[in-house]
T-cell receptor, first 113, second 112 residues
Framework: DAKTTQPPSMDCAEGRAANLPCNHS???????VYWYRQIHSQGPQYIIH???NNETNEMASLIITEDRKSSTLILPHATLRDTAVYYC??????????????FGQGTTLQVKP | NAGVTQTPKFQVLKTGQSMTLQCAQD?????MYWYRQDPGMGLRLIYY???????DKGEVPNGYNVSRLNKREFSLRLESAAPSQTSVYFC???????????FGEGSWLTVV
């Protein structure tokens, strides 16, 4: 079973920030938080990941709470092309472990004009 | 740099037929994965290979076999296709544990 909980759907106005929450209350110390998105049944696209510090790249920012039990993906200026299903995933890190991903149901983000 | 390449992209099978989905990555990754995605569902892990020569079952391995042919290639075989195996199949790879996983574009399989 997936170890994350996400709202099934969210709306966001174009040009505004999209904040996608994720709960992972049973996360272990060696588990990373990963975010992917999937557009129109294309292959999932990697967005960002982190362990405990906040992370930022050209696509998004990831805010992880201090207790690591939840996180928020932030798309700073959402565009219509950001409409997709967003998956929050926790993934084991460590030698000898493949770190396989277990996908949940994700959040469908609809960016509206 | 092609990344993760899957073939075929589309396939229609009759119940009971067999087929192999091919996957190759050119990123020198150690780990490779096969997922399936049913309509309106998230991805479910079928099998994975931590490194060349090793394979392990994921969430939904029944009805499938895999082969890690070499470091680059990881194939998924349906020995006797069933309508319940109608799905989109994604291959993926990563350097190793804790590293980013990259996905192919998917293979659409219909079993009639």
């Amino acid at each position: 079973d997936a170890k994350t909980t996400q709202p099934p759907s969210m709306d966001c106005a174009e040009g505004r920030a999209a904040n996608l929450p994720c709960n992972h209350s049973t996360i272990s110390g060696n588990e990373y938080v990963y975010w992917y998105r999937q557009i129109h049944s294309q292959g999932p696209q990697y967005i960002i990941h982190g362990l405990k510090n906040n992370e930022t790249n050209e696509m998004a920012s990831l805010i992880i709470t201090e207790d690591r039990k939840s996180s928020t993906l932030i798309l700073p200026h959402a565009t219509l092309r950001d409409t997709a299903v967003y998956y929050c995933i926790v993934r084991v890190h460590g030698s000898g472990n493949t770190g396989k991903l277990i996908f949940g149901q994700g959040t469908t983000l609809q960016v509206k004009p | 740099n092609a990344g993760v390449t899957q073939t075929p992209k589309f396939q229609v099978l009759k119940t009971g037929q067999s087929m192999t989905l091919q996957c190759a990555q050119d990123m020198n990754h150690n780990s490779m994965y096969w997922y399936r995605q049913d309509p309106g569902m998230g991805l479910r892990l079928i099998y994975y290979s931590a490194s060349e020569g090793t394979t392990d079952k994921g969430e939904v391995p029944n009805g499938y076999n895999v082969s890690r042919l070499n470091k680059r290639e990881f194939s998924l075989r349906l020995e006797s296709a069933a309508p319940s195996q109608t799905s989109v199949y994604f291959c993926a790879s990563s350097v190793g544990a804790g590293n980013t996983i990259y996905f192919g574009e998917g293979s659409w399989l219909t079993v009639v």
